[in-house]
Protein backbone atom coordinates (compact mmCIF):
# COMPACT_ATOMS: atom_id res chain seq x y z
CA UNK A 1 0.00 0.00 0.00
CA UNK A 2 2.38 2.35 0.79
CA UNK A 3 3.95 1.55 -2.66
CA UNK A 4 1.18 2.50 -4.18
CA UNK A 5 0.15 5.35 -2.06
CA UNK A 6 3.67 6.78 -3.36
CA UNK A 7 3.13 6.28 -6.62
CA UNK A 8 -0.02 8.45 -6.59
CA UNK A 9 1.74 10.71 -4.99
CA UNK A 10 4.75 11.36 -7.21
CA UNK A 11 2.61 11.55 -9.85
CA UNK A 12 2.59 7.81 -11.18
CA UNK A 13 -0.23 7.07 -11.16
CA UNK A 14 -0.89 4.55 -14.27
CA UNK A 15 1.71 2.70 -12.49
CA UNK A 16 -0.17 2.84 -9.00
CA UNK A 17 -3.44 1.97 -10.33
CA UNK A 18 -1.68 -1.04 -12.50
CA UNK A 19 -0.15 -2.11 -8.79
CA UNK A 20 -3.41 -2.03 -6.98
CA UNK A 21 -5.71 -3.58 -9.65
CA UNK A 22 -2.89 -6.68 -9.16
CA UNK A 23 -3.30 -6.46 -5.45
CA UNK A 24 -6.93 -6.15 -5.33
CA UNK A 25 -7.20 -9.32 -7.29
CA UNK A 26 -5.22 -11.41 -4.84
CA UNK A 27 -7.08 -13.64 -2.64
CA UNK A 28 -5.80 -12.39 0.40
CA UNK A 29 -8.56 -8.80 -0.36
CA UNK A 30 -11.48 -10.93 -1.03
CA UNK A 31 -11.06 -12.41 2.80
CA UNK A 32 -13.56 -10.47 4.92
CA UNK A 33 -10.34 -10.14 7.96
CA UNK A 34 -8.44 -8.30 5.20
CA UNK A 35 -11.26 -5.72 4.35
CA UNK A 36 -9.59 -2.95 5.85
CA UNK A 37 -6.67 -2.93 3.75
CA UNK A 38 -9.32 -3.87 0.26
CA UNK A 39 -10.58 -0.64 2.06
CA UNK A 40 -7.44 1.31 1.34
CA UNK A 41 -6.64 -0.39 -1.96
CA UNK A 42 -9.84 0.92 -3.11
CA UNK A 43 -9.47 4.40 -1.96
CA UNK A 44 -6.18 4.68 -3.26
CA UNK A 45 -7.70 3.58 -6.62
CA UNK A 46 -10.20 6.43 -7.22
CA UNK A 47 -7.31 8.25 -6.43
CA UNK A 48 -5.44 7.04 -8.92
CA UNK A 49 -8.17 6.80 -11.47
CA UNK A 50 -9.26 10.57 -10.39
CA UNK A 51 -5.65 11.92 -11.29
CA UNK A 52 -5.87 9.94 -14.92
CA UNK A 53 -9.46 11.85 -14.84
CA UNK A 54 -11.29 8.75 -15.11
CA UNK A 55 -13.66 10.20 -13.15
CA UNK A 56 -16.62 7.78 -13.43
CA UNK A 57 -14.64 4.82 -12.94
CA UNK A 58 -13.21 6.83 -9.97
CA UNK A 59 -16.04 7.96 -8.66
CA UNK A 60 -17.56 4.16 -8.73
CA UNK A 61 -14.71 3.08 -6.79
CA UNK A 62 -15.20 5.67 -3.91
CA UNK A 63 -18.85 4.56 -3.56
CA UNK A 64 -17.46 0.96 -3.30
CA UNK A 65 -14.97 2.12 -0.55
CA UNK A 66 -17.37 3.75 0.72
CA UNK A 67 -20.22 0.99 0.84
CA UNK A 68 -17.38 -1.05 2.47
CA UNK A 69 -16.87 1.09 5.43
CA UNK A 70 -19.30 4.04 5.63
CA UNK A 71 -17.41 5.64 8.45
CA UNK A 72 -13.95 4.70 7.65
CA UNK A 73 -10.69 6.63 7.79
CA UNK A 74 -10.71 7.93 4.56
CA UNK A 75 -14.34 8.60 4.52
CA UNK A 76 -13.23 12.52 3.97
CA UNK A 77 -10.61 11.87 1.37
CA UNK A 78 -13.05 9.75 -0.26
CA UNK A 79 -15.82 13.00 -0.23
CA UNK A 80 -13.01 15.51 -1.44
CA UNK A 81 -12.54 12.79 -4.51
CA UNK A 82 -15.80 12.40 -4.99
CA UNK A 83 -16.11 16.58 -5.33
CA UNK A 84 -13.00 16.56 -7.38
CA UNK A 85 -14.37 14.28 -10.20
CA UNK A 86 -17.87 16.05 -9.97
CA UNK A 87 -16.58 19.04 -10.82
CA UNK A 88 -14.85 17.51 -13.83
CA UNK A 89 -17.71 16.18 -14.85
CA UNK A 90 -19.94 19.42 -14.59
CA UNK A 91 -22.02 18.23 -11.87
CA UNK A 92 -21.91 20.94 -9.93
CA UNK A 93 -24.39 20.32 -6.89
CA UNK A 94 -23.41 17.09 -6.57
CA UNK A 95 -20.10 18.17 -6.15
CA UNK A 96 -20.79 20.81 -3.35
CA UNK A 97 -22.94 18.62 -1.26
CA UNK A 98 -20.02 16.04 -1.36
CA UNK A 99 -17.42 18.66 -0.32
CA UNK A 100 -20.03 20.25 2.19
CA UNK A 101 -20.33 16.49 4.12
CA UNK A 102 -16.31 17.28 4.80
CA UNK A 103 -17.09 20.22 7.02
CA UNK A 104 -18.81 18.30 9.75
CA UNK A 105 -15.46 15.92 9.78
CA UNK A 106 -13.68 17.48 12.01
CA UNK A 107 -9.86 17.34 9.76
CA UNK A 108 -10.04 21.76 9.71
CA UNK A 109 -7.62 21.39 6.93
CA UNK A 110 -9.58 18.99 4.43
CA UNK A 111 -12.60 20.93 5.46
CA UNK A 112 -10.72 24.51 4.35
CA UNK A 113 -9.72 22.06 0.96
CA UNK A 114 -13.46 21.26 0.80
CA UNK A 115 -14.73 24.60 1.18
CA UNK A 116 -12.12 25.24 -1.49
CA UNK A 117 -13.95 23.00 -3.75
CA UNK A 118 -17.23 24.59 -2.53
CA UNK A 119 -16.54 28.03 -3.73
CA UNK A 120 -15.24 27.15 -6.80
CA UNK A 121 -18.31 24.73 -7.83
CA UNK A 122 -20.13 28.11 -7.07
CA UNK A 123 -18.42 30.30 -9.46
CA UNK A 124 -18.59 27.33 -12.27
CA UNK A 125 -22.80 27.73 -11.31
CA UNK A 126 -22.44 31.84 -11.27
CA UNK A 127 -23.30 31.79 -7.92
CA UNK A 128 -20.79 34.72 -7.07
CA UNK A 129 -22.05 36.00 -4.03
CA UNK A 130 -22.06 32.55 -2.66
CA UNK A 131 -18.46 31.92 -3.79
CA UNK A 132 -16.98 35.04 -2.84
CA UNK A 133 -18.25 34.38 1.35
CA UNK A 134 -16.61 30.98 1.08
CA UNK A 135 -13.72 32.16 -0.30
CA UNK A 136 -13.74 34.89 2.51
CA UNK A 137 -14.19 32.21 4.90
CA UNK A 138 -11.08 30.06 3.75
CA UNK A 139 -8.83 33.08 3.71
CA UNK A 140 -9.42 33.47 6.96
CA UNK A 141 -8.26 29.79 8.14
CA UNK A 142 -5.08 30.24 5.70
CA UNK A 143 -2.14 29.24 6.22
CA UNK A 144 -3.71 25.38 5.42
CA UNK A 145 -1.39 22.72 3.78
CA UNK A 146 -3.43 21.57 1.86
CA UNK A 147 -4.85 25.09 0.16
CA UNK A 148 -2.66 27.14 -2.24
CA UNK A 149 -3.06 30.96 -0.63
CA UNK A 150 -2.52 32.14 -4.59
CA UNK A 151 -5.51 30.37 -5.55
CA UNK A 152 -7.74 32.04 -2.93
CA UNK A 153 -6.77 35.41 -3.87
CA UNK A 154 -7.17 34.85 -7.43
CA UNK A 155 -10.80 33.67 -6.45
CA UNK A 156 -11.22 36.37 -4.46
CA UNK A 157 -10.32 38.92 -7.37
CA UNK A 158 -11.98 37.05 -9.85
CA UNK A 159 -15.32 37.00 -7.76
CA UNK A 160 -14.90 40.43 -7.02
CA UNK A 161 -14.21 41.10 -11.44
CA UNK A 162 -17.25 39.37 -11.95
CA UNK A 163 -19.75 41.11 -9.26
CA UNK A 164 -18.75 44.56 -10.70
CA UNK A 165 -19.20 43.37 -14.01
CA UNK A 166 -22.91 42.38 -12.40
CA UNK A 167 -23.43 45.74 -10.88
CA UNK A 168 -26.28 47.53 -12.62
CA UNK A 169 -24.66 50.77 -13.86
CA UNK A 170 -26.64 53.96 -12.93
CA UNK A 171 -28.88 55.44 -15.45
CA UNK A 172 -28.21 58.34 -16.98
CA UNK A 173 -30.74 61.76 -16.53
Not at 29 to 34: G, I, S
Not at 86 to 106: F, H, T
Not at 121 to 129: G, N
Not at 139 to 165: D, S, Y
Request: aromatic fraction near 10%; include cysteine.
Amino acid sequence: MTQASALVDFGRAQEALDLINANLKTALLQKEEFWDWKYEYLFLKGRSLTRLAHCEEALRTFDEAHDMNPNGKFEADILIGRSNCLSYLARYDEAYNAANQVLIRGDVEKATLAMQYMAECRMWQSRVSEALELYVAIQKRLPCRLVEEERIRTGIKNAMARLEKLKPQGKPF
